[in-house]
């Protein structure tokens, strides 16, 4: 079976854009031979977000969708929960904050004050109640073609990014069949899977029938963070931890690792792969991406 190719400009409904001035700069330095160089570096910027009147953590982006980031980290930090109504998403560029509001005050944010009170870092706490939310949670079980997997990967590494351009940074992207729909990127693998979240809870986009794939490690907080999403298939270009293995399998996740040309690994839910494309039909890695990977 030889597996058609496709353009890598497909339709996306949100893809990476490496022009964009304000995402990357360009920094003159010198190189291992002592010549004068001038790359394209990734910019940071903080990002403080708001819970109503409740400061909540100021992350540290790249800057863009920053009403997606913010509505995203509250709901996979199991602090907004399904039952709250947001009225609206207000972003201040001058402040660098964004203020999430809903209809009433959340039991978060009382539960944030406790925390901070008494220890000075709700971190700990925090990663606790997503483990206590995932009690509830039964993940659709779906089959994951061979085929759909190989495209992906295929027409992922082929789009136009920031991580190809300039690299330090990592790229998320919400997936259905074998149709990549919205990429997005960030100087942390877990800013990038909020700001698919917020984009999901925004547009009331279903998660059952969808595959998220990530540059990143396939940790217990990805995993976590993808179950609560409700998206049944987690793959990605990395490797696993072995926390990250045991909850994917607790919970019913299919996890698919070190995706590299017709190389993958499943370390959770291999029962619902098939196997419906030949590996020796499929391409080598793009060579572009190999030497990016190798240098990072």
């Known amino acids: 079976m030889q597996l058609a ?37 990734v910019e940071e910027r903080p990002l403080t977000i708001f819970l109503n009147a409740q400061e909540i953590v100021t992350a540290m982006t790249i800057g863009d969708y920053p009403e997606y980031l913010a509505l995203g980290f509250l709901r996979n930090q199991g602090m907004l929960g399904p039952e709250e109504v947001v ?64 495209a992906l990967a295929s027409l992922i590494n082929r789009t136009p990014s920031l991580y190809l351009e300039a690299g330090a ?4 992207v919400l997936c259905q069949g074998d149709r990549p729909l919205v990429y997005m990127e960030d100087v942390g693998r877990h800013n990038a899977v909020d700001k698919i979240a917020g984009w999901m809870l925004s547009e009331g986009v279903s998660a059952g029938d969808k595959l998220l794939y990530t540059t990143g490690r396939l940790t217990s907080e990805m995993v976590i963070k993808t179950a609560m999403m409700g998206i049944p298939v987690l793959a990605s270009r990395s490797g696993f931890t072995a926390w990250g293995v045991e909850i994917a399998r ?12 017709k190389r993958f690994v499943c370390l959770s839910g291999e029962e619902r792969v098939l196997r419906d494309a030949d ?13 990016k990977s190798a240098r990072e």
Do not use: W
């Open 5 to 41: 190719t496709r353009d890598a400009s497909t339709d996306y409904l949100i893809a990476p854009d490496p022009a964009a001035p304000r995402l990357t700069r360009a920094v003159e330095g010198v190189d291992h031979e002592g010549n004068r160089t001038r790359i394209s570096v």
């Open 169 to 172: 940074i990592h790229g998320t």
């Open 279 to 291: 590996p020796e039909a499929v391409g080598d890695e793009d060579a572009r991406h190999r030497r």
């Open 87 to 150: 009225l609206g998403v207000d972003y201040d560029e001058e402040l660098e904050t964004v203020v999430v509001r809903t209809d009433g005050q959340t039991s978060y944010e009382e539960k944030l004050k406790k925390k901070t009170r008494t220890s000075g870092c709700a971190v700990g706490t925090v990663f606790g109640d997503m483990m206590e939310g995932l009690e509830g949670v039964t993940l659709p079980q779906v089959e994951v073609r061979t085929s759909d997997l190989y």
């Open 250 to 261: 607790q919970v019913g996740l299919t996890l698919i690792g070190r995706m590299r040309g």
